[in-house]
Every structure is written in C-alpha cells, then in structure tokens.
C-alpha cells in the first residue's frame, strides 16, 4: 500500500511559535490528503485536507501545502497555543490496488510550550 | 447527522480468550468501513477496509478477522487473542463517492489490553 513518511516525530514550541510538520508519500497517483489531530486518549478528529488539484489550503491558523511532483505536503499551525498540544497525523488516499484505503504517517507529537 | 458508535471502550481479555468488537453507523447509506490499531505510542494501522456487505479487505495479515454483516455494521473478531493484539481498536467511516477523496470519521475507540 501507500507509505507516508512524517516528520518530525516530536515538536516543541513555545506558545505563539509557528510549528511545521512534513510528510511524503510514495503513490503519485495520490489525490487526497488529510491531517488529524488525536488528544490523549481521544480519536483522531479531522482538522483539515487537501485534494490534489489545488497547492495550498488555510483555515484560520492552519494551513496545508502540497507539492506533487515533490510527492510532499506539510501543516503550518501559526500563532500555537498550548490547546494545539496534541498527535497530528497526516496520510494520504490510497489508488488503484488500494483505492479507497486511507494510510497514515506515524504522527508528530507537539507540544506548545505557555 | 451521522454517527458511529464504537463498544466497549475499554476490554481486558486473557491470552487465547476470543475477541469482538463492534461499530455501528447511523444516519448514513453504503459507507466505506475501517478498522484501525494504534498501538501505544505509534500509528494509526488499516487493517480491515470494507465497501460493502460481506465486501472484506484484509490490509496485513494477523490472527484477526473483520465481518460485515449489515451495511452499517462492521465487527473485528479474534478466535484466540495474543499478547501483541494490544492496542487502541478504531472503527472509521467514509462516504462512498466515485472519486474516494472523503475524509474519515472515526469512533471512539476500544482500549484492549491482553494480560
């Protein structure tokens, strides 16, 4: 299947830093990429997504970029506050053979320091 | 709206005991269905992926079995459960659309601790 790669695996920042968070993936026929942020024993809660025809995506403080020819795309949280203290996870759609299958980096723990 | 429910939230089973959980979808029709592992400190694993009744993708192999025997149900079962099938069990939902570009929408999770 699709092998998303994320790094890195834990960030901290103080409170009003921006954080940044990079994955690759390996199928270039990926269209669809989320990103989740999962709190201490809570589910993965879906906090924004790209598709592949468009490079840039923000909502608020947070933004998504994405490079396909690069096969690379990354979080920007600007303005942390210690709230965004938790697991991201980004991933990405799975095609053909695997159509259909969403599969996930390893995550990033950030920690956002007051 | 749509919801999914996820039971138990939290099981402790023994070595060789069976195993099944279940997810349930309301408010919904012909959902893409997934369960997941987080083991403790790591990612989140696909291993079981269905678009349909009786429709059942194995991702990795393991001593564990998926079964959908209603559209909106998705059960994870295991005939004799080991100590490496600990872990964080999540049941997703998708909607089905032709172009698969929709997020996922998990459930709360089973703890399940094997002792």
């Known amino acids: 299947g699709e092998n998303v790669e994320q790094h890195p695996s834990t960030l901290s920042v103080q409170e009003g830093d921006s954080a940044v968070i990079k994955c690759t993936y390996s199928d270039s026929a990926s269209n669809y990429f989320p990103w989740y942020k999962q709190e201490l024993g809570k589910r993965p809660q879906l906090i924004i997504d790209i598709r592949s025809n468009v490079g840039e995506k923000k909502d608020q403080r947070i933004a998504v970029t994405l490079n396909k020819t690069a096969k690379h795309f990354s979080l920007h949280i600007t303005e942390t506050q210690p709230e965004d203290s938790a697991v991201y996870f980004c991933a990405a759609m799975g095609r053909g053979s695997t159509l259909g299958r969403l599969y996930f980096g390893r995550g990033t723990q950030l920690t956002v320091w007051p | 709206s749509q919801t999914i429910h996820q039971w138990p939230a939290t099981l402790v089973q023994p070595v060789g005991s069976p195993l099944s959980l279940e997810c349930t979808v309301e408010g919904t029709s012909n959902p893409n269905l997934y369960w997941y592992r987080q083991a403790a400190g790591r990612g989140l694993q696909l291993l079981f992926y269905s678009v349909g009744i009786g429709q059942i993708s194995s991702e990795v192999p393991q001593n564990l079995s998926a079964s959908r025997p209603q559209d909106r149900q998705f059960i994870l079962s295991s005939k004799k459960l080991l100590l490496s099938d600990s872990g964080f069990y999540l049941c997703?939902?998708?909607?089905?659309?032709?172009?698969?570009?929709?997020?996922?929408?998990f459930g709360n999770g089973t703890r399940l601790t094997v002792t």
């Open positions: 997703a939902w998708s909607e089905r659309g032709a172009s698969y570009n929709s997020p996922l929408h």
